[in-house]
Each structure stands twice: as structure tokens, then as C-alpha cells.
Nanobody, 119 residues
Framework: QVQLVESGGGLVQAGDSLRLSCAAP????????MGWYRQAPGRVREFLAC??????YYSDSVKGRFTISRVNARNAVFLQMNSLKSEDTAIYYC??????????????WGQGTQVTVSS
């Protein structure tokens, strides 16, 4: 069983920034594409961003506001979220997958971390 551990969620005001972190086992981190999803109440899980082989991809809903980054020495991936809006309120999930997350569901998921943005 692969364990992805997220941290960094919380309650913030609209316009604030927040950084999410995800730690992964080394054997997964070095091989898999790492990414972030979110799920708001009553909505399907949504792809946000992924990082693979030096390339990054973003959904249109967060492009320009969110930034994904990896620190290989720490087997960690981060999601820097700026200019947060109330509609960003959701549970955020770290994910690891072998295929392009824009089109394929990843193999592994973290437990999720709640982000709440108050207006």
C-alpha cells in the first residue's frame, strides 16, 4: 500500500495564499507523475495540476493562481495557491499516477486535506 500524506490545509480569507504539501515514498516519487485534485461538496473530483519529467500542467480553473512544484530530495510535492476564492473551498488530494493525469485517473491517492476560503 502506497501512502501519500498531505498537509497544509486550513481556513483562510479570500485573497489569501496557502501552500499544500504531500510526502510520498521514494520509489513512487521517482517514478510516478505527481499531482493535485480537489473535490467540493456535491461536485466530482477535479484535476488541478501535475508534474512529470520536468513538465507541469494545470487546469484552466487554477492556471495563473496555483503552482505545483517538486523537491526530489524530500520526495515531496507542493501546491502553492494564491489569490484564493470562496469557490476554491474543497478537499484537496495529492495523487500519484503512471499516466497523464489530465486524462487518466491516478493509481494512488492521499487522504485529503480541507481548504476553506471565507469571503
Amino acid at each position: 500500500q502506497v501512502q501519500l500524506v498531505e498537509s497544509g490545509g486550513g481556513l483562510v480569507q479570500a485573497g489569501d495564499s496557502l501552500r499544500l504539501s504531500c510526502a510520498a515514498p521514494g520509489r513512487v516519487f521517482s517514478t510516478y507523475t505527481m499531482g493535485w485534485y480537489r473535490q467540493a461538496p456535491g461536485r466530482v473530483r477535479e484535476f488541478l495540476a501535475c508534474s512529470s519529467n520536468g513538465s507541469t500542467y494545470y487546469s484552466d480553473s487554477v492556471k495563473g493562481r496555483f503552482t505545483i512544484s517538486r523537491v526530489n530530495a524530500r520526495n515531496a510535492v507542493f501546491l502553492q495557491m494564491n489569490s484564493l476564492k470562496s469557490e476554491d473551498t474543497a478537499i484537496y488530494y495529492c495523487a500519484a499516477g503512471l499516466k497523464d493525469m489530465r486524462y487518466w485517473s491516478p493509481e494512488y491517492w492521499g487522504q485529503g486535506t480541507q481548504v476553506t476560503v471565507s469571503s
